[in-house]
Structures are given as structure tokens and as C-alpha cells.
């Protein structure tokens, strides 16, 4: 299974391995942007390669 580009993820790729529950590989090309989402459930990130910044919406601040 190849990455395929994610529309509302400029720059990002993602290649899902299982469907229920959800477990997918995302990459991202350097200096993409996220768009600001949040989750109803619990989840895991794991940086393979490079670094992630995540904006805080609630704490107006971002973190590594």
C-alpha cells in the first residue's frame, strides 16, 4: 500500500495499515501546516524523522 496525498493536509501523506481501529503512517513534506483539528478519542503520535510543533488552542501557545 502506497501514501496517498490527504486534501485538507497540504503537503501530507498518509497510508493507512487497519481500518478498525485506525492506525495510519503520515508524513509530511518540510514546513507543511496542519490544519487545526481536534479528536473525540484518544491517540498516539511517534516522530520517525524530523521534529512536530503543535499549537495549543486553549493555551494560545505552541509546543514540541
Excluded: C, D
Amino acid at each position: 500500500m502506497e501514501f496517498e496525498p490527504v486534501e485538507i493536509m497540504p503537503g501530507g501523506e498518509m497510508r493507512i495499515v487497519r481500518e478498525s481501529p485506525t492506525l495510519a503512517y503520515v508524513q509530511f513534506n518540510a514546513r507543511s501546516m496542519e490544519p487545526a483539528h481536534h479528536h473525540t478519542f484518544s491517540h498516539n503520535l511517534v516522530i520517525i524523522k524530523g521534529k512536530k510543533k503543535v499549537w495549543n488552542l486553549t493555551k494560545k501557545r505552541a509546543t514540541s
